[in-house]
Structure formats: C-alpha cells, structure tokens
C-alpha cells in the first residue's frame, strides 16, 4: 500500500508549532528549565511558577518520572552554584583590595598609590556592603526551600510512573544500541558521560538518562494520544535540529513518535514557551523576564563565561575558560566541558552552531576566544 511522502517522511516536513498544537498540546518541561526556578531572582522565578499554575490548571502539564529523578538529583548542586557566585565575588574584591594596599605599602606615603588606595578603599565597603545586601535579597533555598512545594502542588497527578526494574535494564541495552549507531536522544555527547546514580535500588547510568526521558515521553503518547511540546533550555545536538538557522525537534525524534505512537512531537525553547503560554492562558510577563527565565533554563552559563573571559582579560584560551569554571562552579556535571563550547559556539556567529540570536563571542584562532565589540 502506498503513501503520501508527508506521511511517511513526517520529521522533515514538519514546521514550528502552530498556535492552534500551542493551545491543545501538552507541555513537558526538561529538568534544566525546572532548575531555573533556583538561578532567578524573586520577581522572575514567581513569573515562570505564575506560567506552569496556569497551564498546570488547564491539565496542560505532565512531566516524565526521569525529568523528576534529574531534578532532585541536580538540585542540591544548583543552589550552592548559586551561593557560591557571591563568594567568587567577594573572593576577587578582597583580593584586588589586598593588591592595592600592598601597592600603598611600597615607598611609604610618597608612593603614587597611597593617594589612590585612600581613595578606593571607601569604595571597597560600599562595594561589599552592596553585595552583602543583595546576598540577603535572594533566598536560602538551603534552609527554607520554597520551590519544591510549588511544585509539588502543580504537578499533582501530573508526574509519570516509574518504569521497573527490568524496563530500566532493558531500555540501557536498548540505549547501548542506539548509540552505536548514532540514534537519537543521547547519542553524541551524552553517551560519553561517565558515573552512575540510582533510584528506588535501580542503577541509572548517566548516559542513559535522555532516552529515558525519551521511552517515558513515548509511553505517555501511546495512552494519552494528544500533541507534545517538549521544553528545553539547552541546544542539545540529540534533541534539537538547527538546519536553515531554525530551532526545532529532530526529524528522527518527530518520525519515531509518529510512527510508534501517532501523537505529533514538537520541541521549542523555554523562550518560545513563555510567550505562548502566556498568551494562551492570560498570564502576564515581561520580556526581560522571559530572557532571565531563557538564560537560567540553559543553566546560566552563558553569563557565567561571559563574566568569566571578560575577568581574564577579555580574551582567553578554552583551557584557561575550563580552569576558572572549575574554580568557580561546584559538582559540574560529566559533559561540562561540551556545555561550555556549545555556549560559545550558540553565541558566535563565526561558527556554524550559531543560533543567530546573541552574538557575543568572537573566535580568534583555535581554542581562544574573546568577547565581540
């Protein structure tokens, strides 16, 4: 029996969403956006929770048992990432401070610097009394974490089961196949990734955590049979096909969900996201929010190395990006290196991975790159 090419090609001729699957689909979060929550200021984090109510209220909102095991599993290390931001600043303060007061010390009160290090000192404590102000600004999430009930009230009866021990162990053989031979989601970088956690007494491997994510997602399809939008923050080359500069799900992911289960599959942005929901079901939010909420999604790394070549100089060697990401974030994860390039590469427009959005990294030879005038 024949077909149409549509049908049976369905990935490659799928476009963007339409607002009509935008107002019917169900929407599933991936752990890095649900992470965010931990990364934003008050303001912003009450705008995303004020989001996922709304769409959590109209029965719009389901997410995988294995986004969930990601989330309490990340969660920890987010928030002391958090606290530890201030402290790397009040680290460089001090020790700018102490490297001006040696300099004053040299020559006695005739030296240059006496004069300036009378003048910046003052400086010094407003600076650190500033920072020690917004410190106490944004929550302790270590002592009163006002997340996790959040989202234990919106995703009531909306989290999936958790597959069995031998559907595990059948899904990391069937993974183990797919990366040989390069089947998406979890192929390419993430396949590299090393270490194993557990659960319930069942072994996760790192590597295998996106596919399942992936079987969850089709499992829901096959006995809810209705459109997903999944949601993600990252630019992950497993999930995300940037052909012609656009932004969406891979053909082969669209196609497999097609054909295994007849539900049409999607993918945006947390960006995308925002926007729709907010139309769709009248909550107000700021476009300023929906780039915090967008960069904390991705994990906030697109500030943080930003931050970090413009501390070495404005221009730094990968290796020298790696070192101070070390120094400076805590527990990363096993493919951290990978998430830095790809932050860099999405953001410059001297290399082909570049979404064509921020266009701040400019590449000047190998391995070293500066920030773009």
């Known amino acids: 029996m024949n077909t149409d090419l549509s049908k049976s090609f369905v990935g490659f001729f799928s476009s963007n969403p339409s607002d009509d699957l935008f107002k019917s689909c169900t929407y599933i979060l991936d752990a890095n956006v649900l992470l965010g929550l931990y990364r934003l200021d ?9 989001i996922l109510r709304a769409v959590a209220k109209a029965k719009k909102l389901w ?18 990432e958090q606290m530890e931001e201030f402290k790397h600043i009040e680290r460089q303060l001090n020790a700018v401070r102490k ?11 005739k030296t240059l610097m006496k004069g300036f290090n009378n003048e910046v000192q ?44 031998c559907e595990i162990e059948a899904l990391i ?14 192929c390419g970088e993430d396949e590299k990734k090393e270490g194993i956690y557990s659960f319930s007494g069942i072994a996760l491997p790192n590597k295998c955590g996106d596919y399942i994510i992936w079987e969850q997602v089709l499992n829901w399809c096959e006995n809810n049979k209705g459109p997903v939008v999944f949601v993600t923050g990252e630019e992950k080359e497993d999930w995300i096909d940037s052909f012609g500069g656009g932004r969406r799900a891979r053909p082969e992911l669209v196609n497999e969900a097609f054909y295994r289960t007849g539900v049409e599959f999607s ?36 500030e943080s190395i930003y931050q970090i070549i413009s501390d070495l100089g404005g221009e730094a060697h990968l290796s020298d990006v790696y070192r101070e990401v070390e120094a400076r974030r805590d527990r990363l994860s096993p493919s951290w290196r990978s998430i830095v390039r790809r932050t860099i590469y999405n953001h410059s427009s001297d290399v082909d991975a570049y979404l064509g959005k921020e266009d701040l990294f400019e590449k000047v030879r190998d391995g070293v790159w500066r920030i773009r005038d």
């Open 173 to 186: 053989k069937e993974a183990e196949y797919r990366f040989q031979n390069n089947i998406p989601p979890g």
């Open 63 to 80: 997410a995988p048992h294995q986004t969930m095991v990601e989330f309490f599993g990340m969660r920890g290390r987010v928030v002391l």
């Open 122 to 165: 003052p400086l010094f404590d407003k600076i650190i009394s500033h920072l020690e102000k917004e410190k106490k600004k944004n929550p302790d999430y270590n002592k009163n974490d006002v997340i996790v009930p959040e989202l234990e009230n919106i995703y009531k009866d909306a989290v999936g089961r958790a597959f069995s021990r």
């Open 42 to 50: 008050v303001k912003d984090r009450d705008s995303l929770l004020n």
């Open 99 to 109: 490297r001006i007061k040696s300099g004053a010390r040299i020559g006695g009160n």
């Open 267 to 302: 993918l945006v942005g947390a960006d995308v996201f925002l926007r729709k929901a907010s139309r769709f079901y009248g909550v107000k939010i700021g476009k300023v929010s929906i780039e915090n909420i967008s960069d904390a999604a991705y994990g906030g790394w697109k």
